[in-house]
């Protein structure tokens, strides 16, 4: 296991973050929630910035604030802000990576620069967003890391600039042994680019499942009145009242397409499956 949080608890005043989580090898995971979910904080644990209050966060097998140099190197991580000055030019992050990091891979990460027209020697400020989530990616890319910790990496891109970052994770993903967690609130930004997917709402999560799995088997039922009377109740959710009737969040489509041939089952998003898990009645 990569990346392990067990029965982890971190409050700040009134908002408290609960998570169990793991990251296995040669996966993408993705972390999806509104402003304030607790996304960041969820990456700040995971790289030992700050210590829960209660319950374990290990990296690697050892626990994250613990965690050595050499090891630290094996974690590369973007963060809405980058930690370097906008003053400086990307020619001049070059040696300070080179001398953190004795693995950066300085012919590669020009020649990428060079790809996506990343000026070497232009001010970080003068970038545009897209320019600057591009470095940002670069850099976690560039030093061999076998873990990747990226909060929304994509954040305020244009869907050219997100899908280039996203064939560049793909890439780093050939290399079996690495994995990734990336985050957004966006759902559709994640759902056909993870394996695996955590819903955080309100530092809670609401759900953890296969991509595949959410997409393939979860859906809604449209029923009325008379229909839910007749419905095998056993894998449906969550409700909500609709003008028709109710719709039924299942986790089980295929079992009520096969047994209740009548009955209306549509396939929601992800973004829809979550909004009924977090905002519809439990049955
Ligand atoms: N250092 C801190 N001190 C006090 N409160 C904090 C601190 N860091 C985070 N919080 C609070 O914890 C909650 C979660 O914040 P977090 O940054 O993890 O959310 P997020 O999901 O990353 O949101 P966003 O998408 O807006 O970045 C928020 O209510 C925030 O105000």
Redesign the pocket.
């Known amino acids: 296991m990569l990346v392990q949080l067990d029965h982890v608890r971190?409050t700040?005043?009134?908002?408290t973050?609960e998570l169990n989580m793991q990251i296995p090898e040669n996966q993408i995971i993705g972390?999806i929630?509104?402003?304030?979910?607790?996304?960041?904080?969820?990456?700040?644990l995971m790289l030992g910035l700050?210590r829960p209050d209660q319950g374990s966060v290990e990296i690697f097998g050892r626990n994250a604030a613990d965690l050595g140099a050499e090891e630290k190197q094996e974690i590369g991580a973007v963060f809405?802000d980058s930690g370097f000055s906008e003053y400086l030019k990307v020619q001049q992050l070059i040696p300070v990576m080179s001398r953190f990091y004795p693995d950066f891979q300085e012919k590669e990460f020009r020649e990428r620069c060079e790809r996506f027209q990343i000026p070497l020697n232009k001010q970080i400020k003068e970038f545009s967003t897209g320019m600057k989530a591009k470095l940002n990616v670069f850099l976690a890319l560039s030093h061999g890391s076998r873990l990747l910790l990226l909060?929304?990496p994509t954040?305020g891109l244009d869907v050219v600039a997100r899908e280039e970052i996203l064939d560049l994770l793909r890439e780093y993903m050939e290399i079996p042994g690495r994995s990734i967690v990336i985050?957004s609130?966006i759902s559709g930004d994640l759902e056909h680019f993870c394996d695996d997917l955590y819903m955080?709402y309100e530092?809670k999560i609401v759900l953890h499942e296969e991509t595949d799995r959410i997409l393939e088997e979860y859906g809604f039922l449209k029923v009325s009145d008379q229909e839910y009377e007749a419905l095998d109740k056993e894998y449906l959710l969550r409700v909500r009242k609709e003008p028709f009737g109710y719709s039924y969040l299942t986790d089980q489509k295929n079992y009520y397409l096969e047994n209740h041939p009548g009955i209306v089952v549509e396939k929601g998003s992800v973004d829809e499956v979550i909004s009924m898990l977090v905002k519809g009645e439990r049955l």
């Open positions: 971190k700040y005043g009134s908002f973050l972390l929630g509104a402003n304030g979910a607790g996304k960041s904080t969820t990456f700040k700050i809405s909060d929304e954040a985050s609130h955080i530092g």
